[in-house]
């Protein structure tokens, strides 16, 4: 059974960083892509950053491309997202997932498996 735990999400002031952890279980960790999505009160869920399953490949939403980095540790079975420059828009919970379709890493509905997100809230 697949089981991904996020961590790391808090309260920080706009200009401030964060760095999300998300630790899975139950899969060959390196054999698959990671993604992160976001999701505010009343919206749909938003593609963040993925990653492919070696980390030779990186994809950001244009909203945060400069400022988030993806990245990722086989060994310990855990990617990463550094958020930097962080503003008010950036606030929701932080989910990451795992895709059952390594060709479309940026689509929400690739995604079959999803952590229990981590709540992150940029104050201006």
């Known amino acids: 059974q697949v089981q991904l735990v996020e961590s790391g999400g808090g309260l920080v002031q706009a200009g401030g960083s964060l760095r999300l952890s998300c630790a899975a279980s139950?899969?060959?960790?390196?054999?698959?892509?990671m993604g992160w999505f976001r999701q505010a009160p009343g919206k749909e869920r938003e593609f963040v950053a993925s990653?492919?399953?070696?980390?030779?490949?990186?994809y950001y939403a244009d909203s945060v491309k400069g400022r988030f980095a993806i990245s990722r540790d086989n060994a310990k079975n855990t990617v990463y997202l550094q958020m930097n420059t962080l503003r008010p828009e950036d606030t929701a919970v932080y989910y990451c997932?795992?895709?059952?379709?390594?060709?479309?890493?940026?689509?929400?509905?690739?995604?079959?498996?999803w952590g229990r997100g981590t709540q992150v809230t940029v104050s201006s």
């Open positions: 997932g795992v895709p059952s379709n390594s060709l479309r890493l940026i689509d929400v509905r690739a995604y079959e498996f």
């Open positions: 990653i492919n399953w070696s980390g030779g490949a990186r």
């Open positions: 139950g899969v060959t960790f390196s054999n698959y892509a």
